[in-house]
């Protein structure tokens, strides 16, 4: 019984730019990778400062995170991995025939501590997690790095954008994310034009005149259409989530947040709460969903041996954020969460 006043955590914004971006895709009779993709991967190069070529439209973001291994030879090498965060890194580098090494959480932050990765990985896969940016400057340059910006798409680092201090930079634009190709989709960059090269090969099996394998990994004209209107707006909804935050902050909530010298976007409103069963309670029984952004199920090893992505999952708490969220629903949000933090 969800009735006429549920909040749910998270829904897509989509509205009249995208039904028009898709029915003009539809009356052209193409569908499949076409120019619309091609014109979405320069539209994000433009986003990005990249110059045109550098950035790979695919089918999902783990399909990008998989291809980005494969491009770097993962097959058999050491790959560093934060515990705490999507299982696609998981899946990602187990098909891509890489060892996976897991790393814990900082203290403060439940984005990987950079500093603890073994020293015998070739590779890292490192995500700014919930929209907060890692900088990875300090960090040992002899091993590659696959930065993993699906919760990230604008955050900032010295005024780099993420996913382009490592080897490549991967996103996600499934329905949940900062925008969507239409429920799913991924985009993959790199400065480096050997392995653009590389992926846009692999990623088209169809009328190759040699015996190399490869797979389907494309993204449809009809997609990219949508992400395509979905990034023109990008600006729009940024300044709408941060507004939600503020309001959150202003009702002084223990939000995580970036330290200073970073330009985080907000992905995620995450309380960072030892109440975290009695606030998902209350929400709950006012008809709105929010949830543990990662539980301890969901850790990738156990959790004894990773204290601090362990304790991220006990005492976070993901609020409803998101454009089409009203202030009205943001101000019952507040009064709720008020009541049990006071
Ligand atoms: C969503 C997500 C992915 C996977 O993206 P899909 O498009 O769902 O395959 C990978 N990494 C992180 C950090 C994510 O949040």
């Known amino acids: 019984m969800l009735g006429f006043n549920y909040i749910p955590h998270n829904r897509p914004t989509l509205g009249r730019e995208e039904k028009k971006a898709a029915i ?18 320069n539209d994000f190069c433009d986003f990005l400062g990249l110059p045109q070529g550098s950035a ?10 998989y291809l980005a291994l494969i491009a770097l030879d993962a097959q058999d090498k050491n790959i560093a991995s934060p515990v705490y965060s999507c299982t696609a890194l998981r899946n990602a580098t187990a098909l891509a025939g890489g060892n996976l090494l897991l790393t814990d959480s900082h203290i403060h ?33 002899k091993i590659s790095i696959i930065e993993d910006c699906a919760q990230s798409l604008g955050a900032t680092v010295n005024q780099v954008p993420v996913g382009l201090q490592g080897d490549i930079g991967i996103y996600s634009f499934y329905a949940t994310k900062l925008i969507t190709s239409g429920g799913q989709g991924g985009m993959i960059v790199s400065k ?12 088209l099996y169809d009328r190759r005149f040699d015996d190399l394998l490869r797979f389907n990994f494309q993204m449809t004209d009809l997609q990219a259409a949508i992400g395509r209107a979905q990034l023109k707006q990008f600006p729009k909804f940024q300044n709408r989530r941060s507004d939600i935050f503020q309001q959150y902050k202003e009702a002084n909530f223990p939000l995580l ?57 006990q005492n976070t708490v993901s609020l409803p954020i998101y454009p089409s969220l009203k202030d009205k629903e943001v101000q019952r949000i507040i009064r709720i969460v008020k009541s049990i933090l006071s």
């Open 109 to 141: 932050s439940p984005n990987m501590n950079i500093h603890a990765i073994d020293s015998t990985a070739h590779i890292a896969i490192i995500p700014h997690m919930y929209g907060l940016p890692q900088d990875f400057s300090t960090l040992n340059r």
């Open 192 to 203: 480096n034009p050997t392995i653009i090269e590389k992926l846009k090969d692999y990623r």
């Open 56 to 65: 790979i439209a695919v089918s999902s973001g783990t399909a990008a995170l």
């Open 257 to 313: 947040d970036a330290t200073s010298d970073m330009s985080p976007v907000r992905f995620r409103a995450i309380l960072q709460t030892t109440k975290q069963f009695e606030i998902l309670t209350a929400l709950s029984q006012n008809n709105i969903s929010a949830v543990v952004p990662l539980q301890e199920i969901e850790l990738l090893g156990p959790k004894e041996h990773y204290p601090n992505a362990y304790s991220w999952t």
């Open 24 to 41: 003009q895709v539809l009356q052209s009779s193409w569908l499949a990778q076409g120019k619309e993709v091609e014109h979405f991967e």
